[in-house]
């Protein structure tokens, strides 16, 4: 495989965390509206937060993902910029377009990603996770001796 070929796999696994990152707020809103049992999940809930608040920390640390640093780095092994991606297979050129805009710099995303965070973290507090489902591990009934 060419360098391009492996950036064009980290554009397709980015977006697909992108969109996951981005659906699953209105999912667990529409979830939480209808009562669906998944909307109050502890480990979906979590790690969406988990994940939502890495990449608000770090675009306003002013890093730059580490997904799309890799793209670029693999992109320019061919001699490529970024986003000279209009050769590449329509799967990876979708996909990087839907989410890495031309010309925006992190500062530019920063408000999106603050504003995203925020209604994330008042979904949390307002509708929070039930518990975790821990193994209900078998009890001891008869004395230790």
Do not use: Q
């Amino acid at each position: 495989m060419t360098a391009s070929s492996w950036a064009n796999l980290i554009t397709v696994i980015h977006f697909l965390m992108v969109a996951w990152a981005v659906m699953a707020l209105p999912l667990t809103l529409i979830g939480l509206a209808t009562r669906a049992k998944f909307a109050r999940g502890f480990w979906f809930r979590t790690t969406h937060l988990l994940f939502i608040l890495f990449v608000v920390g770090e675009t306003v640390l002013g890093v730059e993902c580490p997904l799309t640093t890799w793209e670029r780095d693999l992109r320019a092994i061919d001699g490529r910029e970024l986003h000279e991606v209009d050769d590449e297979p329509w799967l990876a050129r979708a996909s990087h377009n839907a989410f890495l805009f031309r010309g925006k710099t992190i500062a530019d995303m920063l408000p999106y990603y603050l504003v995203f965070g925020i209604a994330l973290v008042l979904v949390f507090i307002v509708a929070p996770p039930r518990g975790p489902d821990w193994p209900s591990w078998p009890r001891r009934t008869e004395p230790l001796n």
